[in-house]
């Protein structure tokens, strides 16, 4: 399994942010999470496109998987297309017509992803699955990092997991929340690829390379 762990920038120092992007890269990360809040959709607000845009202009070429948590969200798609994201994921809670939002997202030369939070059944994904590139399941709430780890969330993934399988089609299945070495495996077992995960990492202070070292060891014993 090709396995990515994507630091969330949510918990970095945004003070340094470029240097803590580069440091992560360098200890190992694969893509950069990108997190979006407007304090409406969910209880917290955070960075738009500029930031994005000035990172790339920095010189920062990683894959930038950007999660959109605003509503309405079809207006900042373009922005952030603009701004050089690579993967926008969207919540089915945002937009009024899912299969259209989730197409212009691919249309202006991105990789579509569609969002699940605890509470949300993924009865939806059947219906765009032919759009979809990733499936991003929430394990806690989203709007604020350094949550607890939602367990039941696994089953979740589970079931996505079986509907990708049964699409035949290359989806990644990302989980968010609480996402630690000791329990990263649990998340792989049931399926997931992709890992975000916030504070773990950022939290570790200058010693990313080992905490990632440490999630990828778990992943092996899978």
Known sequence: MNY???PSILSADFSRLGEEIRDVLTAGADVIHFDVMDNHYVPN?????????SLRKAGI???????????????????????GADIISVHPET???????????????????????????????AE?????????IMSVNPGFGGQAFIASSLTKVADVR???DASGRDIRLEIDGGIKADNI??????GADTFVAGSAIFSAGADYETTIRSMRDALASV
Not at 45 to 53: A, H, K, S
Not at 129 to 135: M, P
């Open 61 to 83: 070429d990683a894959t930038m998987d950007v999660h959109l948590m605003v509503k309405p969200v079809d207006r900042l798609i373009g922005d952030f297309l603009s701004a």
């Open 4 to 6: 990515w762990i994507a």
């Open 162 to 164: 079986e509907m990708i």
């Open 45 to 53: 607000l955070t960075i738009g496109p500029l930031v994005l845009e």
């Open 95 to 125: 937009t009024e017509h899912l299969h259209r939002t989730l197409s212009l997202i691919r249309e202006g030369g991105a990789k579509a992803g569609l969002v699940f939070n605890p509470a949300t059944p993924v009865d939806q994904l």
């Open 185 to 190: 495996a649990d998340a792989a077992r049931a």
């Open 128 to 136: 765009v699955i032919d759009l979809v590139d990733l499936v991003l």
